[in-house]
């Protein structure tokens, strides 16, 4: 089992700044990626940005260029670090840990969420 303990969201204004942090602990070793996802009021969930186990990054477009996700193995922790904020970014912010078994499968890992919100 992994447990996903998210940090850093809050208020900001438009333009500002915010990084999240998300630590993993239990069976860690299991992960084979870590993301984001964020859901704003009245739309479906998104992919914000990914992280595999082999540093591949993926990131969507409507992002790029402004949000840079990253990690640190030692602490298994996974950050967004959002600069150039704008208002449509206000959204409940998800980490996100897939895990593969001995058996190859996968298992989905959520953690709370954190909210953020972006002012005009």
């Known amino acids: 089992q992994v447990q996903l303990v998210e940090s850093g969201g809050g208020l900001v204004q438009a333009g500002g700044s915010l990084r999240l942090s998300c630590a993993a602990s239990?069976?860690?070793?299991?992960?084979?990626?870590m993301g984001w996802y964020r859901q704003a009021p009245g739309k479906e969930r998104e992919l914000v940005a990914v992280i595999s186990s082999g540093g591949s990054t993926y990131s969507a477009d409507s992002v790029k260029g402004r949000f840079t996700i990253s990690r640190d193995n030692d602490k298994n922790t996974v950050y967004l670090q959002m600069n150039s904020l704008k208002p449509e970014d206000t959204a409940v912010y998800y980490c996100h840990a897939e895990c593969q078994s001995v058996a190859l499968s996968f298992y989905d890992y959520w953690g709370q969420g954190t909210q953020v919100t972006v002012s005009s």
């Open positions: 239990g069976d860690t070793i299991c992960i084979s990626a």
